[in-house]
């Protein structure tokens, strides 16, 4: 049953009813009576429009006008919506061609792109393996004629090399030679003795010597002559090299001429010469006896952020904030080969050789620790774990575990592993379990090395002191 309006006698599009007759009204023309009278229509009675009540219904269907009730009108009626349903199918279909011809052409893209992709994909898998199967063309080159470096002790400025030569087949077969007898020598592993001292402290000896300026205060670096644990080699911020003798308790050698911070040091096991890294971009060779730079290596475009000397004593590795690894021969101060991770594009934080020589590991900017062949001049492996730049990499001298970190080094036989920072810590290797600590150290521990058999060991730090421990 529909409504219908009391004054229209039509189906109302708003129906209201009046709480006053009862009766069912369209709002727009009640309202209106309304305003005119103010009374309610059918009985007269006073009503307003906040009285009308709406009424929710579904909407109504209007009648149809009488001149649509004959036979012509109806047929007409049917005619245009045949037309407007025609209309609108030609329409659809329209629509409908004009998708599939949009995903005809989407799925050809797709199955182009899947074409290229796999070409591109076996061009990549072949092309790695020629390179796995192929050695490195540079390091078959071999060596340039270049003049003689200046000798220990010579006057005048020492030579700048920065080009590659390549590696010759007769280096190559150099590191072969000497990798081959220190494998056989490093399984003869010697087990140094437990060394937990109670009153170990009583030993410790300071020496705050004043090595390195107190207006540009720190030591950042150290090393012990392998020959001669009483040679402690030190690089500072000062800018400087310091040789001291911990037996005589004296400086031997001050040497000068980076232009910035010395952040990496080095002293040769077999001759009086000690290298030297800064972020000048620069590596530097020198004489200790005769107190000088004997040659200036330019690899690295970027700072130097790490050194490691070869087993042979003949080569040097180094890395760089240039992304570059590179290895020198330190006789003629020739740069071999320079290598970088094209896909990583990160910093490499510091470098070390395994004791074999012919693998090495390097540190980035983005946690990763990534190990090297040498010969092949590839990356061989990777590990993951730290949460930020790694700072310091030690192989234990049996090659069997590399500790990873900041400054951290490994005794001669990987028994101990000594930490430095805050303060430093010795661990038993395996067990892994804290043995000793010392926190005599007023500012961060930079250097951490223990001396021949781990009779003792050597420290320095921002305090610009050096402190040994009887152990």
Same mark, same amino acid.
């Given at each position: ?373 040498? &010969?092949?001049?590839?990356? %061989?492996?990777? #590990?993951?774990? +730290? =949460?930020?730049? /790694? !700072?310091?990499? *030690? $192989?234990?001298? @049996? ?30 290797? &395996?067990?892994?379990?804290? %043995?000793?600590? #010392?926190?005599? +150290? =007023?500012?961060? /521990? !930079?250097?951490? *090395? $223990?001396?021949? @058999? ?18």
């Amino acid at each position: 049953m529909s409504l219908v309006c009391a004054i229209s006698n039509e189906v109302p599009e708003h129906p209201c009813v009046s709480p006053v007759s009862n009766q069912v009204f369209e709002r727009r023309l009640i309202e209106k009576f309304i305003a005119e009278n103010g009374v309610d229509p059918m009985n007269g009675q006073p009503l307003s429009e906040e009285q009308l009540i709406d009424i929710k219904v579904s909407h109504p269907i209007r009648p149809k006008a009488p001149s649509s009730t004959s036979i012509p009108a109806i047929l007409k009626s049917l005619q245009d919506e045949w037309d407007a349903v025609m209309l609108h199918s030609f329409t659809l279909r329209q629509q409908l061609q004009t998708t599939r011809q949009e995903l005809s052409h989407a799925l050809y893209q797709h199955d182009a792109a899947c074409r290229v992709i796999a070409r591109l994909t076996k061009e990549v898998t072949a092309a790695r393996e020629a390179l796995a199967t192929l050695k490195p063309q540079a390091g078959l080159v071999a060596p340039q004629s270049v003049p003689t470096s200046q000798p220990a002790g010579g006057g005048g400025e020492p030579m700048e090399v920065s080009e590659q030569v390549g590696m010759s087949q007769e280096i190559i077969q150099k590191l072969q030679d000497k990798a081959t007898v220190l494998t056989t020598e490093r399984k003869k592993v010697h087990f140094l003795k437990y060394f937990c001292n109670a009153d170990i402290r009583s030993n410790m000896r300071p020496l705050n010597t004043g090595l390195h300026s107190a207006s540009v205060p720190g030591i950042l670096c150290m090393d012990l002559c392998p020959s001669d644990t009483n040679k402690v080699l030190t690089g500072g911020a000062d800018k400087n090299v310091v040789v001291f003798d911990k037996s005589e308790e004296q400086i031997v050698a001050t040497l000068k001429g980076h232009t910035k911070k010395v952040t990496s040091v080095i002293y040769h096991p077999s001759q009086s010469v000690v290298f030297s890294a800064s972020p000048d971009c620069t590596i530097r060779v020198w004489s200790v006896t005769a107190g000088n730079c004997v040659q200036v290596v330019r690899a690295h475009e970027g700072s130097v952020t790490g050194l490691s000397l070869h087993a042979t004593g003949d080569f040097l590795l180094s890395s760089s904030e240039d992304q570059y690894w590179a290895f020198s021969d330190i006789q003629t101060g020739r740069v071999l080969t320079k290598v970088t991770d094209e896909a990583a594009g990160v910093a490499l934080t510091c470098a070390q050789f395994h004791p074999d020589g012919l693998i090495f590991g390097t540190g980035t900017a983005d946690s990763q620790i990534k190990i090297w062949d040498l &010969k092949e001049r590839t990356n %061989v492996a990777n #590990f993951p774990g +730290h =949460s930020g730049p /790694v !700072t310091s990499i *030690a $192989f234990s001298e @049996n090659g069997y575990y590399l500790a990873t970190g900041g400054k951290t080094w490994l005794n001669k036989s990987g028994t101990y592993l000594a930490v430095g920072g805050s303060d430093i810590r010795v661990y038993i290797c &395996k067990q892994w379990s804290e %043995v000793l600590n #010392f926190s005599d +150290h =007023s500012g961060l /521990v !930079t250097g951490v *090395a $223990f001396g021949e @058999n781990a009779q003792f060991l050597s420290s320095a730090g921002m305090d610009r002191s050096l402190k040994f421990y009887s152990l």
